[in-house]
Every structure is written in structure tokens, then in C-alpha cells.
């Protein structure tokens, strides 16, 4: 299980458009049936924005990134993991353990540093040693795997043949609870365009809902009445670039 997958560049523009923390969010109700703390969310706001920065700055945009990825036989959760190729060309991934704190400073124990936590100064396990004790030899043995997205579905949203402005168009895949990190979601510019971006192959429909953003549409059911009157789209394994829908995607009344 994870909350979000997708590639570097896809997290840059998302923290940058303070979507990521939303999106997360949302994946979280769909999997555990209720809301996250809020501090969870703050969290998510805080540190993807800033990795997303040293992916930015490091020019590392054609990685992928699994986020909130739960091990195997364990309740504990990977915060990011991102997966790429060495200099020989061989599949590589570093996990990436996200931090709250402010700073840090050595501690008395070899595997611990200080820092301030619960309203005092604390010794805690460094990151790197924490990664570690997830479960012995987990980051080995598992097989995570990840589609990076590879294609942009371009379209148009008219509503009795008049394009629309701020209509929710999202990307909903042919399964959509079992495969939660394929969601894509975009809102339509002032002339009815939109964008779905790092879109992964597999089959979808589009839907195009008005004033749909305040709803809970990862709940089941939710998207199912609109789903039936969406328009289908199939994304092969060679497609690449940018789709251009032939024809807009009709609007639904919430």
C-alpha cells in the first residue's frame, strides 16, 4: 500500500500548486476510512515541499517517487522513496526518512542525535539508523514496483457547447479503490481547458463535474453516477508526449 506515486516532476509541480498535501490526504480517507491528524497533513505540506525543492534544485526530474509506503507485514510506512537508475544503468531507490525538526546536534549514543521534540531537547535515532530497523533487510527484500507517468492528456470541457471555467476534470482509473495513486485531477482554465499530467498507461474515464471541489469524491460511490456518462480514454505503453482529446469533455451537474 501506498498513499502516491509518481515522478519527481510531478511532486515539484504539485508542492508548488499545494496540491500534494490534498492529494495525500485524500488517498488517506479511501485507504483507512477516516481523516488523517492534522499534524499529518502539516507535516506532508512542510516536508515534500522542501524535498521537492532539493529534487528541483538537483535537477532530478525523471525519477520516480512512492510516498507513505507501507512495508511488508508491518505497520510502519516509508515517507518517500524514490526510484531511478545508477551510472550503470542498473534500477536503484533511496528511501527518504522526512523530519519536523529545526535542527540537531550529536547526541550521547553512537545512533542518536538531540533535538527538540516533544517540548524538550530529546535523543532520538538519527534517520538513517531509523530506515534501518524498519524490518532487517527490508529496503532489500521488497519489490516496489512504479509506472512512471509518461503521457499529458489535453482537452477541453464545454457545457451545451460552451466552455467552462473552474470545472473539476478528473482522470478516473478502471478500478479507482484499488488504484488510488492513478487518480489525476486538473480545473479548467478561463477558455475550458485543462491538463492531466504523469498520466500512467491503463484505462480511464474523464469526468468533468461542476462545482465538484468541496465534496468527498474518493468515497465510493461518489464518482460512480458520473463515471457512467464520462468519456473513456485508453493509454497505451508507447504512447508518449501530449494526448489532445478529439472531442470536449461534457460537464455534470453536481
Known amino acids: 500500500m501506498r498513499l502516491h506515486s509518481g515522478t ?11 496540491r500534494i498535501a490534498t492529494k495525500l490526504k485524500d488517498a488517506f480517507f479511501l485507504e483507512f476510512r477516516h481523516q488523517p491528524a492534522v499534524a499529518e497533513v502539516n507535516s506532508w505540506n512542510n516536508s515534500l515541499r522542501a524535498v521537492s525543492q532539493v529534487f528541483q534544485t538537483a535537477s532530478l526530474l525523471d525519477h520516480g517517487v512512492l510516498l507513505e509506503l507501507q512495508l511488508p507485514l508491518t505497520s510502519k510506512r516509508l515517507d518517500c522513496l524514490v526510484t531511478g537508475y545508477d551510472r ?9 526518512e522526512l523530519k519536523q525538526w529545526s535542527g540537531c546536534k550529536g ?9 527538540f521534540v516533544g517540548g524538550n531537547i530529546r535523543d532520538v535515532l538519527h ?7 524498519y524490518t532487517p533487510g527490508a529496503a532489500l527484500e521488497f519489490t516496489a514496483s512504479l509506472a512512471v507517468g509518461i503521457v499529458n492528456i489535453e482537452g477541453i470541457v464545454k457545457k451545451k457547447d460552451k466552455p467552462l471555467a ?4 478528473a482522470l478516473v482509473p478502471k478500478d479507482p479503490e484499488a488504484h488510488i495513486e492513478l487518480f489525476r485531477r486538473d480545473q479548467s482554465d478561463f477558455d475550458g481547458t ?15 463535474v461542476e462545482d465538484a471541489w468541496g465534496f468527498e469524491w474518493l468515497q465510493p ?7 457512467q456518462h464520462g468519456q473513456n480514454l485508453t493509454v ?3 504512447m508518449r508526449g501530449t494526448v489532445h482529446l478529439p472531442d470536449p469533455v461534457e460537464v455534470q451537474p453536481h
Open 194 to 208: 485543462f491538463l492531466l499530467q504523469g498520466v500512467i498507461p491503463g484505462s480511464y474515464t474523464i469526468v468533468a
Open 166 to 169: 473552474g470545472i473539476m476534470v
Open 127 to 133: 534517520p538513517s539508523v531509523q530506515v534501518g530497523q
Open 88 to 96: 550503470k544503468k542498473a534500477p536503484n531507490a533511496v528511501i527518504i
Open 8 to 18: 519527481t516532476k510531478s511532486l515539484i509541480e504539485d508542492s508548488t500548486y499545494n
Open 221 to 227: 460511490g461518489v464518482l460512480a453516477r458520473y463515471v
Open 107 to 115: 547526541a550521547s549514543g553512537k545512533n542518536e542525535v538531540a533535538t
Open 236 to 238: 497505451g505503453d508507447l
